[in-house]
């Protein structure tokens, strides 16, 4: 069951890495222009005992996501692509053997 649980969240991680990375190359105002790429080349995810971390090391990958201390528009990315792939991610956890799934944000 493990074995396949750490698949699970494996897979898991890959399809919301790959959902935020395109959250956050939106254009228009559903988000700001990409200057450098330096967010879309951040994103990563690691999986470890039970539990699949996804984000960025970019201080202002946590603004966009949250806005900033002064009050500036925020732009989710990473909650959006956890949200938007909620069924997929139950069902593939599911599948892997996992029992009592939560999606919590950290």
């Known amino acids: 069951i493990l074995d396949g649980l750490q698949k699970g969240l494996e897979k898991v991680g890959r399809i919301v890495e790959k959902q935020a990375g395109l959250n956050v190359s939106k254009t228009g105002d559903e988000h700001p222009q990409i200057k450098t790429g330096e967010l879309l080349g951040s994103i990563t995810h690691e999986v470890g005992d039970m539990e699949v971390v996804i984000g960025t090391n970019v ?4 603004y966009l996501e949250h806005g900033h201390p002064d009050g500036s528009r925020h732009y989710p990315w990473l909650f959006p692509a956890v949200e938007s792939n909620r069924e997929k991610i139950i069902e593939i956890l599911k599948n892997s053997g996992a029992k009592g ?6």
């Open 59 to 62: 201080k202002h990958g946590k």
């Open 101 to 106: 799934i939560s999606i919590s944000e950290a």
